[in-house]
């Protein structure tokens, strides 16, 4: 069974500074990981999706990494903004008998003004 | 109208009561999902339903109902309910890939149904 951890669970950085998201993964079998924000309250919007065969995406300020072999999965914020705080979660597609996500429980990010 | 639009945004309803979540998306995607968030926890997923057949539950509680009458529609049916159901309730939809795209092209989410069982 997949298992999804990230790391750090909150994290709190002045307005400005480039940070780090980490999620690893148990079973390297993926077919796709997809980093989502998610705002109190709100559900998930889709920030970047990285196939399998893929090792980096990259939409704006955001640059996602993936390593299979290591199972881990980093998403890179740079020149953080306010209206970046949110909620952060990965997910991934392993296919099989479980057609669903299967997700992390967050990083919990607050940008300091 | 575009993407995922779930209805109603909160509800609140008794134990005894019986109610619906409605989910459409207007992607033209084949499957689409019921996930339960509750707090501390991941997002658990609870029902899929691919090319309008459902493929897997997850051992759900029979309290809980889908039924998807076309490839743009779920809906979550609810009776006797109890507090801890409360949560929020999220429905997605994925479009299926072939040969490296197997995975598909990414989840698509609502924003939600926060549900209270009082």
């Known amino acids: 069974k997949q298992e999804v951890t990230q790391i750090p669970a909150a994290l709190s950085v002045p307005e400005g500074e480039n940070l780090v998201l980490n999620c690893s993964f148990t079973?390297?079998?993926?077919?796709?990981l997809q980093w989502f924000r998610q705002d109190p309250g709100k559900g998930l919007t889709s920030l970047l999706l990285?196939?399998?065969?893929?090792r980096e995406q990259t939409s704006g300020r955001l640059n996602a990494s993936l390593d299979k072999s290591s199972g881990r999965s980093t998403l890179y914020i740079a020149a953080s903004q306010p209206g970046d705080s949110a909620t952060y979660l990965c997910?991934?597609?392993?296919?099989?008998?479980?057609?669903?996500?299967?997700f992390g429980k967050g990083t919990h990010l607050i940008i300091q003004p | 109208e575009t993407g995922v639009t779930q209805t109603p945004r909160h509800l609140v309803m008794g134990m005894t009561n019986k109610k619906s979540l409605k989910c459409e998306q207007h992607?033209?995607?084949?499957?689409m999902y019921w996930y339960k968030q509750s707090a501390k926890k991941p997002l658990e997923l609870m029902f899929v339903?691919?090319?309008?057949?459902?493929?897997e539950n997850n051992s759900v509680p029979s309290r809980f109902s889908p039924e998807c009458p076309n490839s743009s529609h779920l809906f979550l049916h609810l009776h006797t309910l109890q507090p801890e159901d409360s949560a929020l309730y999220l429905c997605?939809?994925?479009?299926?890939?072939?040969?490296?795209?197997?995975?598909?092209?990414?989840?698509?989410f609502g924003s939600g149904t926060r549900l209270t069982v009082v």
């Open positions: 997910a991934m597609y392993s296919g099989g008998g479980a057609d669903g996500l299967t």
């Open positions: 992607l033209g995607h084949n499957a």
């Open positions: 997605a939809s994925s479009q299926a890939g072939t040969g490296v795209f197997r995975g598909g092209y990414g989840y698509t």
């Open positions: 990285i196939q399998s065969s893929q």
């Open positions: 339903y691919n090319f309008k057949e459902q493929t």
């Open positions: 079973d390297s079998a993926i077919y796709n």
